[in-house]
């Protein structure tokens, strides 16, 4: 049997608190978050921390609550949510049908988040109120197709669910598109905000020149990876140059979790825009 161990840490910043929720499990040591403010709970932790979380729901007044996207460690506790508390819940209009049944998720991502149990979700529009403020709804894609930032226009408090996470990512989930990823950081800096709310990475001070590190990271990775293909390289020969380590995720997911899939999209890009 897998021992899981699980803590949780309250905290808060201005007008935001969180529960910080934390998993470890045969050395792999994860965090996640849940933030609330002005009635507004962002993203709901993981049912493998169920109990944690909820102690920090019981302690705040949620009017209603906000996905970023549908996955296990955002979305696994809104089925207790909705059975405890009369709220409204809202994700993007493409995941409402998809959180209408339970999550059917591989066993390494089952023993370390636990399952996503089957809610009823309201889609989003381009805005959402709260008593204080009017908040941006920003379609960032990558992460998911469906994958959303809310930002708070009275405070300038951005959220960015799964958008940041680490500047230097070497692997990626097999549904994220790296390419989407890139133009999603790239279209955030529009907005006014110094400090960002990582669902991952927690509460950063300096958000936004984190973001900025991150376009630049993979704007040279991409760069890098231009050159091999135009010099006739295949995948696995980019793979062996660029990321020459393999990442315990990689096996312990069977590639779901590759380095293969920052690559395979951005030569999907660079074929298509040959194309053009
Ligand atoms: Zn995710």
Request: hydrophobic share 40%; glycine share 6%; net charge negative.
């Amino acid at each position: 049997m897998f021992k899981l161990e699980k803590s949780v840490v309250i905290d808060r910043n201005d007008d935001v608190q969180w529960a910080q929720g934390k998993v470890a499990v045969q050395g792999i040591a994860m965090s996640v978050y849940s933030f609330y403010v002005d009635g507004l709970l962002i993203d709901t932790g993981s049912s493998s921390l169920s109990q944690e979380f909820q102690s920090f729901f019981n302690e705040v007044d949620i009017q209603q609550v906000a996905l970023t996207h549908a996955h296990e460690d955002h979305a696994g506790n809104v089925a207790w949510i909705q059975q405890h508390r009369d709220v409204p819940i809202y994700i993007h209009r493409e995941a409402v049908d998809e959180c209408a049944s339970d999550s059917n998720l591989p066993l390494y991502r089952k023993v370390l988040w636990g399952e996503r149990p089957a809610f009823t979700a309201k889609p989003l529009g381009d805005t959402l109120q709260t008593k204080q403020a009017t908040w941006d709804v920003i379609a960032t894609p990558g992460h998911t197709t469906d994958h959303l930032s809310f930002y708070n226009r009275a405070t300038g408090a951005m959220f960015t669910g799964d958008l940041y996470v680490q500047t230097k990512t070497k692997v990626v989930l097999d549904e994220e598109n790296i390419v989407h990823t890139l133009s999603s950081l790239k279209n955030l800096l529009k907005y006014d905000f110094e400090q960002i709310y990582c669902c991952h990475a927690g509460f950063l001070a300096n958000g936004r020149a984190r973001i900025i590190e991150k376009i630049a990271y993979l704007e040279e990775l991409e760069g890098n990876i231009r050159k091999l293909y135009d010099q006739g390289c295949v995948l696995e020969e980019i793979s062996k140059s660029i990321f020459p380590r393999e990442y315990p995720i990689t096996k312990v997911s069977g590639e779901q979790w590759s380095s293969n899939h920052i690559i395979t999209a951005f030569i999907q890009h660079f074929s298509k825009e040959s194309l053009r």
